[in-house]
């Protein structure tokens, strides 16, 4: 079976994620589905976002790409949470993909893009209020995303996407 790789995000609609250390808005009921929905599967995310989580995230290995693999301290034996580091986000990838059938990349906005060729789709929290903040979410073309479901919620909703044709293979 094919790998899928799924981005998850929570997006303003002017595509702002954040400002490079907090997100502008926190909903209990997405943090659930969050953890739900990644539990047991490998996460890729860059160091920025690994630090502002700031700890390992229990029940799923987490891969920090970063391109100073010595600034990353690993969980301590024993923990719920495994955690490595990759160079790059194409070999995160790679070994995600040896570990499950089911990888999410988890931000930030450089992690989103070297990962899109990759995606195969998307998991996300559309909030219809623009945000202030640098760090953005790639634009969502039509011509190569499908929207296949959306659950609305108080404030946001849940939006699903898969990518219209074949993403790139990972190796």
Partial sequence: MATKVVAIAIVASNGVLGDGEKQPFSFAEDWARYKRVTLGHPMVMGRATHDAIGRWLPGRTTIVVTRTPSVVSLPPAGSTAVGLVATSVEEA????????????????????????????????????VAAEGSVTFPEIDPEEWMEVRREAREGFDFVGYERRGTAAPLV
Wanted: a negative charge.
């Fill in 93 to 128: 990838l790679a070994v995600a993909a040896g570990l499950d059938d089911v990888v999410y990349v988890a931000g930030g906005g450089e992690v989103y893009r070297q990962a899109w060729p990759w995606l195969t789709e998307l998991d996300m929290t559309e909030v219809p």
